[in-house]
Protein backbone atom coordinates (compact mmCIF):
# COMPACT_ATOMS: atom_id res chain seq x y z
CA UNK A 1 0.00 0.00 0.00
CA UNK A 2 1.64 3.34 -0.53
CA UNK A 3 0.53 4.93 3.53
CA UNK A 4 3.72 4.92 4.97
CA UNK A 5 4.63 2.44 7.68
CA UNK A 6 2.76 2.24 11.01
CA UNK A 7 -0.83 4.06 10.06
CA UNK A 8 -4.45 2.66 9.83
CA UNK A 9 -4.12 1.00 6.78
CA UNK A 10 -7.91 -0.40 6.76
CA UNK A 11 -10.94 -0.05 8.50
CA UNK A 12 -12.87 -3.29 8.93
CA UNK A 13 -16.13 -4.25 9.37
CA UNK A 14 -17.92 -7.45 10.83
CA UNK A 15 -21.60 -8.10 8.59
CA UNK A 16 -24.53 -10.05 9.04
CA UNK A 17 -25.07 -10.44 5.39
CA UNK A 18 -22.05 -9.77 2.73
CA UNK A 19 -24.12 -9.49 -0.29
CA UNK A 20 -26.10 -6.00 0.95
CA UNK A 21 -22.90 -5.26 2.36
CA UNK A 22 -21.10 -5.10 -0.66
CA UNK A 23 -24.38 -3.96 -2.87
CA UNK A 24 -24.34 -0.66 -0.61
CA UNK A 25 -20.79 -0.05 -0.23
CA UNK A 26 -20.12 -0.27 -3.90
CA UNK A 27 -23.29 1.08 -5.38
CA UNK A 28 -23.93 3.83 -2.33
CA UNK A 29 -20.62 4.29 -1.29
CA UNK A 30 -18.96 4.13 -4.62
CA UNK A 31 -16.37 1.52 -3.27
CA UNK A 32 -14.50 -0.55 -4.89
CA UNK A 33 -13.89 -2.78 -7.01
CA UNK A 34 -13.80 -5.38 -3.92
CA UNK A 35 -11.80 -8.75 -3.99
CA UNK A 36 -14.23 -11.61 -2.52
CA UNK A 37 -12.49 -14.57 -0.30
CA UNK A 38 -15.14 -16.80 0.11
CA UNK A 39 -13.83 -19.38 3.16
CA UNK A 40 -10.86 -16.98 2.98
CA UNK A 41 -7.76 -19.94 3.78
CA UNK A 42 -6.59 -18.75 7.83
CA UNK A 43 -3.99 -21.12 8.66
CA UNK A 44 -3.05 -21.98 12.10
CA UNK A 45 -5.40 -20.34 14.18
CA UNK A 46 -4.91 -19.05 17.57
CA UNK A 47 -8.44 -17.81 19.24
CA UNK A 48 -7.67 -16.35 22.56
CA UNK A 49 -4.53 -18.74 23.57
CA UNK A 50 -5.96 -21.98 22.23
CA UNK A 51 -6.68 -23.55 18.84
CA UNK A 52 -9.26 -22.17 16.41
CA UNK A 53 -10.91 -23.02 12.86
CA UNK A 54 -12.99 -19.98 12.13
CA UNK A 55 -14.66 -19.51 8.62
CA UNK A 56 -15.01 -16.41 7.26
CA UNK A 57 -15.70 -14.85 3.84
CA UNK A 58 -14.32 -11.57 3.14
CA UNK A 59 -13.74 -8.55 0.81
CA UNK A 60 -11.31 -5.99 0.37
CA UNK A 61 -11.81 -2.66 -1.63
CA UNK A 62 -10.20 0.84 -1.49
CA UNK A 63 -11.96 4.14 -0.94
CA UNK A 64 -8.60 6.67 -1.65
CA UNK A 65 -5.71 5.49 0.08
CA UNK A 66 -7.87 3.22 2.84
CA UNK A 67 -8.65 -0.08 2.38
CA UNK A 68 -12.49 -1.11 3.62
CA UNK A 69 -12.26 -4.83 4.65
CA UNK A 70 -16.10 -6.55 5.34
CA UNK A 71 -16.11 -10.04 7.02
CA UNK A 72 -18.76 -12.03 7.20
CA UNK A 73 -19.11 -15.03 9.49
CA UNK A 74 -19.54 -18.74 7.82
CA UNK A 75 -20.03 -20.87 10.99
CA UNK A 76 -20.69 -20.35 14.56
CA UNK A 77 -16.85 -21.17 15.48
CA UNK A 78 -15.58 -19.06 17.93
CA UNK A 79 -13.50 -16.70 16.57
CA UNK A 80 -13.35 -12.41 17.25
CA UNK A 81 -15.47 -12.27 14.69
CA UNK A 82 -18.56 -14.40 16.45
CA UNK A 83 -17.57 -13.35 19.96
CA UNK A 84 -18.21 -9.65 18.25
CA UNK A 85 -22.02 -10.41 16.44
CA UNK A 86 -22.66 -12.39 19.84
CA UNK A 87 -21.93 -8.78 21.84
CA UNK A 88 -25.38 -7.49 19.47
CA UNK A 89 -22.01 -5.33 17.59
CA UNK A 90 -21.96 -5.18 13.80
CA UNK A 91 -19.83 -2.47 11.81
CA UNK A 92 -16.52 -1.44 12.59
CA UNK A 93 -15.10 -4.71 14.24
CA UNK A 94 -10.91 -3.11 13.62
CA UNK A 95 -8.62 -1.36 12.24
CA UNK A 96 -4.90 -2.75 10.28
CA UNK A 97 -1.55 -1.13 11.11
CA UNK A 98 1.46 -2.72 9.74
CA UNK A 99 4.58 -1.84 11.50
CA UNK A 100 7.92 -1.30 10.64
CA UNK A 101 8.68 -4.64 13.09
CA UNK A 102 6.30 -7.12 13.57
CA UNK A 103 7.69 -8.62 16.74
CA UNK A 104 8.38 -5.68 18.26
CA UNK A 105 5.11 -4.28 17.98
CA UNK A 106 3.51 -7.32 19.15
CA UNK A 107 5.50 -7.57 22.03
CA UNK A 108 4.99 -3.62 22.74
CA UNK A 109 0.67 -4.24 22.59
CA UNK A 110 1.48 -7.58 25.00
CA UNK A 111 3.47 -4.89 27.51
CA UNK A 112 0.47 -2.69 27.09
CA UNK A 113 -1.85 -5.57 28.61
CA UNK A 114 -3.42 -6.01 25.29
CA UNK A 115 -4.33 -9.78 25.17
CA UNK A 116 -3.60 -11.65 21.32
CA UNK A 117 -7.09 -12.78 20.45
CA UNK A 118 -6.23 -13.87 17.11
CA UNK A 119 -3.65 -15.17 15.84
CA UNK A 120 -3.21 -16.85 12.19
CA UNK A 121 -1.31 -16.91 8.72
CA UNK A 122 -2.14 -16.25 5.49
CA UNK A 123 0.23 -17.34 3.33
CA UNK A 124 2.60 -17.94 5.41
CA UNK A 125 2.39 -14.07 6.72
CA UNK A 126 1.41 -14.12 9.75
CA UNK A 127 -0.92 -11.27 11.33
CA UNK A 128 -2.27 -10.90 15.27
CA UNK A 129 -5.79 -9.25 16.30
CA UNK A 130 -4.82 -7.37 19.82
CA UNK A 131 -7.98 -7.08 21.83
CA UNK A 132 -8.20 -2.69 22.86
CA UNK A 133 -11.86 -2.68 22.28
CA UNK A 134 -11.55 -1.64 25.95
CA UNK A 135 -9.21 1.29 24.88
CA UNK A 136 -10.29 2.24 21.48
CA UNK A 137 -13.92 0.45 20.86
CA UNK A 138 -12.69 -2.30 18.28
CA UNK A 139 -9.78 -4.71 17.73
CA UNK A 140 -6.28 -3.67 16.11
CA UNK A 141 -4.94 -5.95 14.03
CA UNK A 142 -1.34 -6.08 12.83
CA UNK A 143 0.31 -7.78 9.60
CA UNK A 144 3.71 -8.58 9.14
CA UNK A 145 5.89 -6.22 7.02
CA UNK A 146 5.61 -8.75 4.14
CA UNK A 147 5.30 -9.22 0.46
CA UNK A 148 2.16 -11.46 0.69
CA UNK A 149 0.39 -8.95 2.67
CA UNK A 150 1.93 -6.12 0.54
CA UNK A 151 1.25 -7.64 -2.74
CA UNK A 152 -2.43 -8.34 -2.16
CA UNK A 153 -3.06 -4.46 -0.46
CA UNK A 154 -1.21 -3.16 -3.38
CA UNK A 155 -3.72 -4.91 -5.89
CA UNK A 156 -6.72 -3.81 -4.13
CA UNK A 157 -5.10 -0.03 -3.88
CA UNK A 158 -4.22 -0.05 -7.99
CA UNK A 159 -8.11 -1.83 -8.54
CA UNK A 160 -9.42 1.88 -6.95
CA UNK A 161 -7.87 3.98 -9.13
CA UNK A 162 -10.10 5.61 -11.90
CA UNK A 163 -12.60 2.53 -10.96
CA UNK A 164 -15.41 2.72 -13.15
CA UNK A 165 -18.06 0.87 -11.15
CA UNK A 166 -17.55 -1.59 -13.31
CA UNK A 167 -17.04 -5.52 -12.05
CA UNK A 168 -17.72 -4.69 -8.72
CA UNK A 169 -17.08 -7.58 -6.80
CA UNK A 170 -13.78 -9.90 -8.13
CA UNK A 171 -12.65 -13.19 -6.93
CA UNK A 172 -9.48 -12.77 -4.57
CA UNK A 173 -6.44 -14.01 -6.06
CA UNK A 174 -5.20 -16.16 -3.16
Known amino acids: MTQPLQTVRQLAYVVRDLDAALKYWTEELKVGPFFLFEHCPLENQRYRGGPSNADVSLALGNSGDLQIELIYCETDA??????????????????????????????????LGHEAAFECTVGG??????????????????????????????????????????????????
Open 78 to 111: PSVYKEFLDAGRVGVHHFGIMPQNYDEACAHYRA
Open 125 to 174: APLVYFDTVDTVGHFIELWDNNEVFKELFMLVENAAKGWDGKDPVRPGPL
